[in-house]
């Protein structure tokens, strides 16, 4: 999230439109072995949970056994996509785009009777490419998706919904503030259409929309529309789904900027609570969870807390991410600012040097992996 005084701080949701959401409404032929037609059901319930490396593991062991056969089908297309959907929520981008492309080369090559699953897939695929910032690709990517869309999924609105969706993102990210409404009111429109009940799409829609409002400094709709999607999402899958986590850390951020400091203390402690319950208190979603609120207690002059978090975090961040990772840089400089702060000046000096070091190893790497025929 970054710092929460800087607007680079919002996440940007994207709605998990694939297969996943409800295979049978994109009418794919139904499996003529009852126990793939479970795994599948099972991974998708996984998933719907929140719970991604489990859903993962289900559809690993699908495709495993549908390599057995002959010719590919429906259900090695689904659970490929399915695969690929999981694995981008674990920020697995490299074996997703694999699993990715080697469904869509099913389907481009076999012209088979269950050909609305491209441009879903294709959907999907131009959500990986937004998501590592291939604005490029995801463009070129998303138009094919929406020209067959719209020809193939005329009867399926909540896969629409999701394109536009993703399409919406895509000009947020490349600064076309007015095109990504369009986009976003174009996906709820259509999602209303769907008119179902305990379904993630509608909350997460929202919740973009309201990273526009930010972006707008239109904060009082922000907050209106973030605490809709909570709500939602509260009602319809639990009060420690992971897909809260965004949300609040958004939230967070609204509170700040209206000043309310109290009130995004209790959002950001809300926060680390589920990450702790849903990831694990040694993890780095939760470390990063932990600086989030570290630097807010900070600001509020609760330096005791502060500390305890940032070591913590310091700490679980080195051994997950490793010494030199970018997200360490972050700690040890917000670090550093606290320590300034209780006249520990020869430590906060430490922790700077480290900073700029890996700042200055990091921005050098970038720099060069941007040089043409670079990789």
């Given at each position: 999230?970054?710092?929460?005084?800087?607007?680079?701080?919002?996440?940007?949701?994207?709605?998990?439109?694939?297969?996943?959401?409800d295979?049978?409404?994109?009418?794919?032929?139904?499996?003529?072995?009852?126990s793939?037609?479970?795994?599948?059901?099972?991974g998708?319930?996984?998933?719907?949970?929140?719970?991604?490396?489990?859903?993962?593991?289900i559809?690993?062991?699908?495709?495993?056994?549908?390599?057995?056969?002959?010719?590919?089908?429906?259900?090695?297309?689904?659970?490929?996509?399915n695969?690929?959907?999981?694995?981008?929520?674990?920020?697995?981008?490299?074996?997703?785009?694999?699993?990715?492309?080697r469904?869509?080369?099913?389907?481009?090559?076999?012209?088979?009777?269950?050909?609305?699953?491209?441009?879903?897939?294709l959907?999907?695929?131009g959500?990986?490419?937004?998501?590592?910032?291939?604005?490029?690709?995801?463009?070129?990517?998303?138009?094919?998706?929406?020209k067959?869309?719209?020809?193939?999924l005329?009867?399926?609105?909540?896969?629409?919904?999701?394109?536009?969706?993703?399409w919406?993102?895509?000009?947020?990210?490349m600064?076309?503030?007015?095109?990504?409404?369009s986009?976003?009111?174009?996906?709820?429109?259509?999602?209303?259409?769907?008119?179902?009940?305990?379904?993630?799409?509608?909350?997460?829609?929202?919740?973009n929309?309201?990273?526009?409002?930010?972006?707008?400094?239109?904060?009082?709709?922000?907050?209106?529309?973030?605490?809709?999607?909570?709500?939602?999402?509260?009602?319809w899958?639990g009060?420690?789904?992971?897909?809260?986590?965004?949300?609040?850390?958004?939230?967070?951020?609204?509170?700040?900027?209206?000043?309310d400091?109290?009130?995004?203390?209790?959002?950001?402690?809300?926060?680390?609570?589920?990450?702790?319950?849903?990831?694990?208190?040694?993890?780095?979603p939760?470390?990063?969870?932990?600086?989030?609120?570290?630097?807010?207690?900070?600001?509020?002059?609760?330096?005791?807390e502060a500390?305890?978090?940032?070591?913590?975090?310091?700490?679980?961040?080195?051994?997950?991410?490793?010494?030199?990772?970018?997200?360490?840089?972050?700690?040890?400089?917000l670090?550093?600012?606290?320590?300034?702060?209780?006249?520990?000046?020869?430590?906060?000096?430490?922790m700077?040097?480290?900073?700029?070091?890996?700042?200055?190893e990091?921005?050098?790497?970038?720099?060069?992996?941007?040089?043409?025929?670079?990789?």
């Open positions: 999230m970054g710092r929460i005084s800087g607007c680079a701080g919002l996440f940007l949701l994207l709605m998990f439109f694939s297969q996943i959401s295979a049978s409404s994109i009418s794919v032929p139904a499996s003529e072995d009852p793939i037609a479970s795994s599948l059901a099972s998708r319930a996984e998933y719907d949970g929140g719970r991604y490396s489990q859903a993962a593991e559809f690993r062991g699908v495709i495993s056994r549908l390599d057995n056969q002959n010719e590919p089908g429906p259900e090695l297309v689904e659970a490929l996509g695969l690929a959907s999981a694995l981008i929520a674990e920020q697995h981008y490299d074996e997703s785009e694999m699993t990715l492309t469904a869509i080369a099913i389907l481009r090559s076999e012209k088979p009777n269950y050909q609305k699953q491209l441009p879903v897939l959907g999907t695929l959500r990986l490419y937004q998501e590592t910032e291939r604005f490029q690709q995801a463009e070129t990517t998303m138009r094919e998706a929406l067959l869309g719209d020809k193939l005329k009867g399926s609105p909540e896969y629409l919904s999701g394109l536009h969706n993703v919406g993102v895509l000009h947020l990210r600064g076309d503030q007015k095109r990504a409404e986009d976003f009111r174009k996906a709820l429109s259509l999602i209303e259409q769907d008119n179902r009940e305990n379904d993630l799409r509608r909350p997460q829609i929202m919740a929309l309201a990273v526009l409002y930010s972006a707008q400094q239109k904060w009082g709709s922000a907050e209106k529309t973030l605490l809709r999607a909570i709500h939602d999402i509260e009602h899958r009060m420690e789904h992971p897909e809260l986590c965004a949300l609040l850390s958004n939230l967070s951020f609204v509170y700040f900027n209206l000043q400091f109290a009130q995004a203390e209790v959002v950001l402690r809300r926060n680390l609570a589920i990450h702790r319950a849903v990831f694990g208190s040694e993890s780095a939760t470390a990063a969870a932990s600086v989030h609120l570290a630097e807010l207690l900070a600001t509020r002059g609760t330096y005791g500390a305890q978090l940032f070591t913590d975090a310091l700490r679980v961040q080195e051994r997950e991410l490793g010494r030199r990772h970018s997200d360490v840089a972050t700690t040890l400089e670090f550093a600012d606290l320590l300034r702060k209780t006249n520990e000046t020869a430590k906060s000096e430490e700077e040097g480290r900073a700029a070091s890996i700042r200055l990091t921005d050098f790497t970038i720099s060069i992996s941007r040089l043409p025929n670079v990789r």
